[in-house]
C-alpha cells in the first residue's frame, strides 16, 4: 500500500512534442504529490508539485493532472525540448507526516532534436 | 544558490570492506534525510533526522549500516562490511523542516560500487 507505480519506464518524444508520464498510487492517507527532474550525474531536484485538493496545476510547459478518485496523477511536459531530457521521478507523502518521500519507479525521457 | 554537499562523489570498495559517505546539508535545515537510489529505480529512505535525533530508520538495514548526525548539523553514513548488493547511488537530501510538502533538496550523491 506503500508502492508509487509509474510509467512508462522509458519514453522517446520528439521536440515540440507532449511527454506524459503516469504514476498511480494505493495508500488514500498520501496529500502531497511532488514530481523530481534527476540529470546524470545529479541529484533529483523538486519541479512541480500538487495537493488533491486541485485537478491541476501548470507551472510554464509543466502541468500535473490530478485524480483522487482513481488514485492518479500525471506529468504533462508541453513543446519538449531536447533540454528536457532526464529521468523523471513521481513520488508521494504524507504531509503531515515526518516527510518521507515514496518514489515511483522512475521514467527515462529522451526529447529527439 | 545554497546546495546540499556530498562527498566523495565515487567509491569502490571491495566486498567487507567499510566505507563512509559524508554530508553537509544547506545551512539552517534542520531534517537531514539518507536516501538509496539503485540503478533504474526511485531513491529509497533509509534514514531521516531530525536535528540530531533519529526519526526514521525503519529501512536501515542496522546489522552494517550506520548513520549519525552528532551536532545536528553534517552527517556520516556508514556501511560495514559492505556487500556486492550494497552497490548503489547514495542521496543525501535536507529540508527546513519536517513534514511531508516541504521541499526537499538533494546533494549530487555517492556512486558506491562494491567488487
Known amino acids: 500500500q506503500q508502492q508509487v507505480k509509474q510509467s512508462p519506464q522509458s519514453l522517446i518524444v520528439q521536440k515540440g512534442g507532449i511527454s506524459i508520464i503516469n504514476c498511480a498510487y494505493e495508500?488514500?492517507?498520501?496529500?502531497?504529490f511532488p514530481w523530481y527532474q534527476q540529470f546524470p550525474g545529479k541529484g533529483p531536484a523538486l519541479l512541480i508539485a500538487?495537493?488533491?485538493?486541485?485537478s491541476e496545476k501548470k507551472e510554464g510547459r509543466f502541468t500535473i493532472s490530478f485524480n483522487k478518485s482513481a488514485k492518479q496523477f500525471s506529468l504533462h511536459i508541453m513543446d519538449s525540448q531536447p533540454g528536457d531530457s532526464a529521468t523523471y521521478f513521481c513520488a508521494a507523502s504524507i504531509a503531515g507526516n515526518t516527510g518521507k518521500l515514496i518514489f515511483g519507479q522512475g521514467t527515462t525521457l529522451q526529447v529527439k532534436p | 544558490e545554497a546546495e546540499v554537499a556530498q562527498s566523495p562523489r565515487y567509491k569502490i570498495t571491495e566486498k567487507s570492506q567499510a566505507v563512509a559517505f559524508w554530508c553537509d546539508p544547506i545551512s539552517g535545515h534542520a531534517t537531514l534525510y539518507w536516501y538509496r537510489q539503485i540503478l533504474g529505480q526511485g531513491p529509497e529512505l533509509l534514514v531521516q533526522f531530525q536535528d540530531e535525533s533519529v526519526v526514521d530508520d525503519s529501512q536501515l538495514p542496522k546489522d552494517r549500516f550506520s548513520a549519525e548526525r552528532l551536532k545536528g548539523v553534517d552527517s556520516t553514513l556508514k556501511i560495514q562490511p559492505a556487500e556486492l548488493g550494497d552497490s548503489a547511488m547514495y542521496l543525501c537530501?535536507?529540508?527546513?523542516?519536517?513534514?511531508?510538502?516541504?521541499?526537499?533538496?538533494f546533494g549530487p550523491g555517492t556512486r558506491l560500487t562494491v567488487t
Open positions: 500538487i495537493r488533491p485538493d486541485v
Open positions: 537530501a535536507s529540508s527546513l523542516v519536517p513534514g511531508g510538502a516541504y521541499e526537499q533538496y
Open positions: 495508500n488514500t492517507a498520501f496529500d502531497y
